[in-house]
């Protein structure tokens, strides 16, 4: 089993920035991708950005290239995303996932969530 804790979201200015958090115990963190997703009422959840098991591959939306990076940190068990030129369309709950073996961009491909962190973007 994999624990995650996301933090840091909240209520930010159109061209403001966040960083989220999510904090990951139970098994090897090592082994697993991590993804974010982001979903808003009556939409599906939608793929922002993951990374691989190393840390050296990572892959974001169109809708986020340039504006959010995703990066992990191995001592602290803990994968980030700093949102940059933050949008008003970026307002969602953001969810932090992972799965064993390479990373995937569809929320169904992932085993362990979780509870989100919403974030708004005011215009």
């Known amino acids: 089993q994999v624990q995650l804790v996301e933090s840091g979201g909240g209520l930010v200015q159109a061209g403001g920035s966040l960083r989220l958090s999510c904090a990951a115990s139970?098994?090897?963190?090592?082994?697993?991708?991590m993804g974010w997703f982001r979903q808003t009422p009556g939409k599906e959840r939608e793929f922002v950005a993951a990374i691989n098991w190393s840390g050296g591959s990572t892959f974001s939306a169109d809708s986020v290239k340039g504006r959010f990076t995703i990066s992990r940190d191995y001592a602290k068990k803990t994968v980030y995303l700093q949102m940059n030129s933050l949008k008003p369309e970026d307002t969602a709950v953001y969810y932090c996932?992972?799965?064993?073996?390479?990373?995937?961009?569809?929320?169904?491909?992932?085993?362990?969530w979780g509870q989100g962190t919403q974030v708004t973007v005011s215009s």
């Open positions: 139970g098994r090897t963190f090592s082994n697993y991708a």
């Open positions: 996932a992972a799965r064993k073996g390479p990373y995937g961009s569809s929320w169904v491909e992932y085993d362990y």
